[in-house]
């Protein structure tokens, strides 16, 4: 690949905001293609970007990228000759994947991702929008909000198209509308791949809503996801007070969200 640089690579993936992963050879035996040191650059689509060995390499790199990815955590892996594996987990604890290239070499590999803090995606330009916009900046979450109502260290999004947005299981996406367009901002946050969906508004209003959108198609169970009313219960009044009522929320189920998955790697391990 003449005038690749895995490096300029890694950094403009890190620039466009999606999570990748970095795969690093760190040892091989026999014969292989790729040599230790050699990096490449996995996206969350499978492409790897960069050169780390054959067909049996990359099955392994992308099928390990895709587990680093789900729960964040970097893990070490094993390609080697399937008459050579006995276990799917080697003595030393490494991961062990069948190769059946003629080479016979063996390959192990360091497969690492990178996620940028999660988004929390804001419908609404309301003065409870426009107040946790702020206090979740200072939180470390990467803010979304609409187009045109942009703050200090906010990107804008286009409310019509939020599947351009590319979001996550783990962001996060609250509608503070407040009844400029509920029905269709709450239809696009349900049908968005977020674990966690909360709404400024009553149960009963939100309840109705989701009503409606189940008779349009909307599974009851996504439906039954929503949270509402958005927030912790401190006794909030005003909107900022709101705001953190819902920004407490986020953080708790940001941290139990880590904690469950710390925990079920460590049950695996």
């Known amino acids: 690949m003449p005038g690749f640089d895995i490096f300029d690579t890694i950094e403009e993936l890190r620039q466009n905001g999606h999570s990748f992963c970095v795969a690093t050879v760190l040892r091989t035996a026999d014969v292989t293609s790729a040599k230790a040191g050699a990096k490449a650059a996995i996206t969350r689509d499978g492409r790897i970007l960069g050169h780390l060995g054959g067909a049996c390499v990359q099955r392994a790199v992308r099928a390990s990228a895709q587990e680093a990815l789900a729960n964040g955590q970097p893990r070490m892996i094993r390609v080697k000759p399937s008459d050579?594996?006995?276990?799917?987990?080697?003595?030393?604890?490494?991961?062990?994947?069948?190769?059946?290239?003629?080479?016979?070499?063996?390959?192990?590999?360091?497969?690492?991702?990178?996620?940028?803090?999660?988004?929390?995606?804001?419908?609404?330009?309301?003065?409870?929008?426009?107040?946790?916009?702020?206090?979740?900046?200072?939180?470390?979450?990467?803010?979304?909000?609409?187009?045109?109502?942009?703050?200090?260290?906010?990107v804008g999004f286009d409310p019509d198209d939020l599947p351009g947005l590319g979001i996550e299981e783990r962001d996060f996406v609250l509608v503070a509308s407040q009844g400029k367009g509920d029905g269709a901002a709450l239809h696009a946050a349900l049908r968005s791949p977020a674990r966690r969906v909360s709404m400024v508004a009553s149960r009963r209003k939100a309840q109705v809503l989701c009503d409606t959108l189940v008779e349009g198609g909307l599974a009851p169970d996504r439906a039954a996801q929503l949270k509402a009313p958005a927030g912790l219960d401190i006794h909030a009044v005003d909107p900022h007070e709101i705001a953190l009522s819902i920004l407490a929320e986020i953080v708790l189920w940001r941290n139990t969200d880590a904690s469950k998955e710390s925990s079920h790697d460590e049950k695996m391990a």
């Open 84 to 154: 050579k594996v006995v276990a799917m987990t080697d003595p030393d604890g490494v991961q062990t994947y069948k190769s059946g290239c003629p080479s016979g070499g063996t390959v192990d590999l360091l497969v690492e991702p990178y996620q940028h803090a999660p988004r929390l995606v804001i419908f609404g330009e309301t003065p409870i929008a426009t107040a946790l916009a702020a206090h979740a900046a200072l939180a470390g979450l990467r803010v979304y909000v609409p187009q045109g109502s942009e703050g200090p260290g906010q």
